[in-house]
């Protein structure tokens, strides 16, 4: 399984910018898509996350700011964060992450860097 995600950037602080993340390979039809992040200093931590059945899961920190959604039509399996209302304490890299049966796999990791 390979995550190829794209969309990363500096921002201004209440400005937007909406990642992407294509999973490819052997993908079991039921899995949960999510993006997580990481910034200088700090564990990793879960952003939002979607399943196929379009559940979806935020941290609180994001709630009302940040939408994830996905693309399941034709065996994709493509993720999207849109974010808005950004503020400099969501300066990090953002992984995409897909969890499949009992396994995790993660993209590369796109920076957003939101400052003035």
């Known amino acids: 399984v390979q995550l190829q995600a794209s969309g990363g950037g500096l921002v201004q602080p209440g400005g937007s910018l909406r990642l992407s993340c294509a999973a490819s390979g052997s993908i079991f039809r039921t899995n949960v898509m999510g993006w997580y992040r990481q910034a200088p200093g700090k564990q990793r931590e879960l952003v939002a996350s979607v399943s196929t059945g379009g559940t979806t899961n935020y941290a609180d920190s994001v709630k009302g700011r940040f939408t994830i959604s996905r693309d399941n039509t034709n065996a994709k399996n493509t993720v999207f964060l849109q974010m808005n209302s950004l503020k400099p304490e969501d300066t990090a890299v953002y992984y995409c992450?897909?969890?499949?049966?009992?396994?995790?796999?993660w993209g590369q990791g796109t920076l957003v860097t939101v400052s003035s």
């Open positions: 992450s897909i969890f499949v049966l009992t396994d995790r796999y």
